[in-house]
């Protein structure tokens, strides 16, 4: 079966820093004023620069008119939680360092450092690159469709790790989907006292939810064709009996 799995194209680290900008709710700004944190107050332009509607009261606004210029350098971090409760629920954290500029009644911030950090490590995204990416096609759709999956189909998340190396399920005691994006679907391995993470990529990029479905169809399939016990039942089997 291992030789139906040879897509294994992933989000560029920019795609995947304006993905985390795109989807994230929330935004904390450390600027020379401190460190304020806003819930739904900030927009992204195409370019990637961020428009934060300020209130009034704010110490960044008052920041952002007495600084020379007018520019204030501060630093946005961004997290990006699974919309599915797992364990270590912060998939990535994205930092932005530049300047602040007034913009039709809204700060303007223009980035010149993207930082991302993810399992891995942390990674310095190019400022072109940045600029010039998209977030995934799945974005705004993957906290509806992850939870619809853990929720009301568990019995498809256990029958996919049948695609997955018996190595990686060693000691399984929870398996939860943890991010799609238009590559692939990843899982969440939770053992008793780790976890880990596994991609399953499809066998060509999803653009929208129509195709995603198809896309899940055929690993289900594929899954459902392999000749390999299904992980929780034999961790159940091997464990309290």
Known sequence: MGDRHTWTAVPSMAQRARTVLATAWSCAVTAEGGREEFIGAHTVAEDG??????????LLAAAAVCAPRGEPSAV??????????????????????????????????????????????????????????????????????????????????????????????????????LAVDRHGLTLRIERARAHGDVRLPFHRPADDVAQLSERMHVLLAQASAANRPRALQRQRTNGDG
């Open 49 to 58: 620069r961020v428009l934060l509607r300020l209130p009034d009261d704010s």
């Open 76 to 177: 946005l971090e961004f997290a990006d939680v699974a919309p599915v409760p797992v364990r270590g629920r912060i998939r990535a954290r994205l930092w932005l360092a530049g300047w602040f500029a007034p913009e039709s009644g809204d700060l303007a911030f223009r980035p010149t450092r993207v930082v991302l950090r993810e399992a891995g490590g942390a990674v310095v995204v190019d400022l072109d690159e940045f600029a010039g990416a998209e977030p995934d096609p799945l974005a705004t759709a993957e906290s509806r469709l992850l939870t619809h999956l853990a929720d009301a189909h568990p019995d498809a998340v256990e029958r996919l790790t049948r695609l997955v190396e018996p190595d990686s399920l060693h000691g399984a005691v929870r398996v939860q989907p």
